[in-house]
């Protein structure tokens, strides 16, 4: 078990594990003096395994209408502490804080149910974003190959896919990627959100470093697998100054575009980031809080479709044309192939292939 050093969890993002409003019973620290031991620890990472009827899901969110998304894992030990997917833990019974980055469900299944559904001849052929919450290529990918097994899937049914990671272990299935690249069937967004060692360190405690993920730019690329970065989330007063550095160092790797999002800290996140940056960076914390109240309409939270994502005001403006100006400058004339959705193809039982 990793000690607790002068109030920080070490390795972790959170540092706090806030209260599941699903959840009627919780326990409290009122009386300190009456605990043997501590009733919050940094215990070792547990792996919990689901058995859902689906993997695929179709989002109807204005925002990304239309598309669909997968998560073989649900809950990140990478730690992000901004992540969004933070809130989707307390559906399992635990909490947005040290809970989701300690307590990672696996779906073991999910190779086999993409296959069942790709199977249905109802299927509707849409690029599938691998993850839409969290990353798919966490470290605990590494022993599982759950991902690995779903590329596996999309090759033999020519399938079209986007992916994004912040983990260079995307590496490891280059095989398969640059087959589907081949087809025009995949694309990948590599998410850096400072090139700051010690705020990725505390940001983002158990990711590859932003030097490994350049390499991964730049290793996508040189084997023909379009290869982008996305500076998501872009946190005022925190990593909004380093647009420019981020997108010029992903341009110089062979990036073939860019995006971004604001941050957002909707539901509990809004409180694990606040325990977070006063302890991690307290000279800078008010200013920043600040800062995400500002494009996001006063509040820390922000559930609009539209604003929610991009913000608003003057700051968001700035930040926008901030990044558009950084983009034409390292990024001109640089861009990647549309995803093909007429190769798709489905075996039929006597192990021939069916057009679709």
Known sequence: MEEKIEGYFKGRGAQVNTHNKYLKQVYVEEHVEGL?????????????????KKIINKLSSPDVYGMYSMNPYQGCEHGCIY?????????????????????????PDAARLMEKQFMNKNWEVQPIMFSGNTDCYQPLER???????MLEVLLKFRHPAGMITKNSLILRDLDILKELAKLRLVRVMVSITSLREDLRLAMEPRTATARQRLKVIEELSK???????????????????????LLKAAADHGASS????????????????????????????????NQIKEV??????DSRYGTRMSGEGVLADSIRQLFQSAKLKYLKGRSSYELDRTLFRRPSLNGQLDLF
Not at 37 to 49: A, H, I
Not at 143 to 149: A, D, E, G, N
Not at 296 to 301: D, I, P, V, Y
């Open 36 to 52: 043997d031991e501590p009733l919050l620890s940094n215990t070792k990472t547990q792996v919990f395994y689901e058995h859902p």
């Open 83 to 107: 992540c969004y997917a933070r809130n989707t833990h307390e559906y399992w019974g635990f909490s947005a804080g040290l809970d989701f980055e300690r307590k990672i469900i696996a779906k």
């Open 143 to 149: 022993k599982l190959k759950i991902t690995r097994s």
């Open 223 to 245: 084997n023909g697998i379009p290869a982008g970065i996305m500076t998501a989330p872009i946190i005022p007063g925190l990593n909004s100054s380093e647009i420019p550095e």
């Open 258 to 289: 860019a995006g971004f999002t604001m941050v957002r800290l909707n539901g509990a996140i809004g409180e694990i980031f606040t325990d977070w940056i006063r302890k991690s960076f307290p000279d800078a914390a008010d200013k920043v809080l």
């Open 296 to 301: 996001h309409g006063g509040s820390l939270n």
